[in-house]
């Protein structure tokens, strides 16, 4: 296997770099796949200065939109030709079953293409019903230079939940990605100055999250910080942000409920159930972890979701058939098997699974089903990040919300069921910023994701997404003669 060597990203070339390097070895099969620069204080500082470098000369900031548009349009081509290359990266770093990191790659071009179209239509508003004379616009402007701060299980999604949008707002960016998989954020950045998009707008420094991830979050020269990663850290960079009076975006974790009820297309469901928790290898912010089934029709239900997530296929990601491929690392892969020895010690009753599926040096966990599990349980309150499944039989609406909404978290839900009144019952007083009915996991780049509680704040996504990389400015505008105010 070739060993992919990189160095920072920074005015549009990989730098020279014989310092430190952060070595990756696949998860599923324990090969060095990767060696990423491990960047230091001052990388960080030359990679600002050339965003803001680039953000002052204009020639990208002040661009029209249409020829934004123009560049993203070429990335997202750039990104389809290089589909594979960019599909074998996210395999290798990550873990991932190559079916979903297809979909990561190909979520990507629409991300970029949809957000090449918002530049275009950048626009504030004008008041002119301010009195004679009197006129005010209210002016849509890029918010400055950006730093990106991107966790390890969605590489190119998540980057491009952000870049595309950041960029066709006229910003310039520096992006830290997890030093797990810094593989395709390095490569794309190439890929857009391939596209035309000037030196320094796209700046990629990799490295630890507590040297480089901190010094971005702490840089007084950053108009603002979106970040997506662990609730921990995000308190962190907000902590960092009071300092320099800088704006926020945290994209947080979740624990979201995925709630059956018995009028629901219950083959459907038991389908959801498995695609809430064993999509990406439960490797997910927006898992639909929690399963809440009436109880009614609870037994045969549970029952079946656990004899299907007993027949999923475990292991090498590059297979098409694989359903649940590596843990990202063996601290992570640790973590994971002991939230399943506490779900056992706690009292929850183990239906499938439970252990690490012994394949290799790879570090898989078997697909894994608790059922009884209570609201005072700690694989009812974490975020697991991994395959395992926690259930709770409930019998009446108002039950389960307040089951649902007892949670830290409230990233995004789900609900099944045939009845329209329940779907907007349950809809409207689920607390999160995300619900989806009869469908899970699903999504458009048109679509905004945010989250309430410790799950975080601000717009990824969708025109709103899109609006938190600008600000307003208002400019009042006095036309003609002028009365005095002050004296005659
Ligand atoms: O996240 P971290 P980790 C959750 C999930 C997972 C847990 C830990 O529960 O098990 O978080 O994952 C950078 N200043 N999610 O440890 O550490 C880091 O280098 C600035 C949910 O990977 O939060 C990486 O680039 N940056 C989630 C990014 O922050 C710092 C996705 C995220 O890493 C930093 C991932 C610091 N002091 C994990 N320390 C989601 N919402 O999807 C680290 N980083």
């Known amino acids: 296997m070739t ?53 002052e000369s204009g020639d990208w900031s002040e661009l029209s939109g249409m020829e934004r548009a123009e560049v993203l349009n070429r990335l997202a081509d ?14 290798e770093e990550t873990g991932k079953p190559i079916r979903f990191a297809r979909g990561d790659i190909n979520g990507a071009v629409g991300l970029t293409r949809y957000a090449a179209s918002l530049g275009m239509q950048m ?65 794309i950045a190439a890929l857009a100055s391939k596209a035309g998009l000037p030196d320094g707008v796209f700046n990629v420094v990799s490295g630890k999250g507590t040297v480089v991830g901190q010094r971005l979050t702490d840089h007084p020269g950053v108009d603002f910080i979106s970040f997506t990663g662990s609730t921990r850290v995000g308190r962190n960079v907000i902590e960092s942000s009071a300092k320099n009076i800088v704006k926020t975006s945290m994209e947080l974790g979740g624990k979201s409920a995925n709630i059956v009820f018995a009028d629901a297309d219950l083959d459907a469901a038991v389908d959801g159930a498995l695609m809430g928790v064993f999509f990406n290898n439960g490797e997910c912010c927006v898992s639909g972890s929690r399963l809440f089934v009436q109880s009614t029709v609870a037994d045969d239900f549970i029952a079946r979701v656990a004899r299907r997530a007993s027949e999923l296929k475990v292991g090498d990601p590059f297979d098409d058939k694989t359903d649940i491929g590596a ?54 309150q974490e975020e697991i990040f991994g395959p395992v499944l926690s259930v709770t039989r409930f019998d009446t609406l108002g039950e389960v919300i307040g089951l649902a909404n007892d949670s830290q978290y409230g990233l995004s839900n789900y609900v099944w069921s045939k009845n329209i009144d329940t779907v907007m019952t349950v809809s409207r007083r689920l607390k ?57």
């Open 432 to 488: 999160s910023g995300w619900v989806q009915a009869n469908t899970i996991i699903d999504g458009a780049p048109q679509l905004p994701l945010t989250g309430v509680k410790g799950s975080g704040f601000g717009y990824e996504m969708g025109q709103a997404g899109f609006e938190e990389f600008t600000q307003l400015k208002t400019l009042f505008l006095h036309t003609g003669p002028r009365q005095p105010v002050f004296g005659s």
């Open 78 to 91: 750039l990104i389809q030709e290089n589909f594979e290359r960019l599909v074998r990266i996210e395999v």
């Open 123 to 187: 626009a504030g508003t004008t008041y002119t019903n301010l009195g004679r004379d009197r006129t005010a616009l209210i002016m849509r402007e890029p918010v400055g230079v950006v730093g990106l701060v991107t966790p390890w299980n969605f590489p190119a999604l998540i980057l491009m939940q952000k870049v595309p949008f950041a960029l066709a707002a006229g910003c310039t960016v520096v992006v830290k990605p997890s030093e797990f998989t810094s593989g395709s954020t390095l490569e």
């Open 3 to 55: 060993v992919r060597d990189y160095s920072h990203y920074i005015s549009g070339a990989f730098e020279a770099w014989n310092g430190e390097t952060v070595e990756r070895r696949s998860p599923a099969s324990g090969e060095t796949v990767a060696r990423y620069a491990s960047g230091t204080p001052a990388d960080i500082d030359r990679a600002v200065t050339a965003a803001r470098k680039a953000f």
């Open 327 to 380: 843990m990202i690392d063996e601290n992570h892969f640790g973590k994971v098997l002991d939230f399943v020895k506490s779900g056992v010690a706690e009292g929850a009753k183990l239906l499938t699974g439970g252990e690490a599926a012994k394949l290799g040096s790879g570090h898989y966990v078997q697909p894994t089903v608790f059922d009884h599990v209570t609201p005072s349980m700690t694989i009812f």
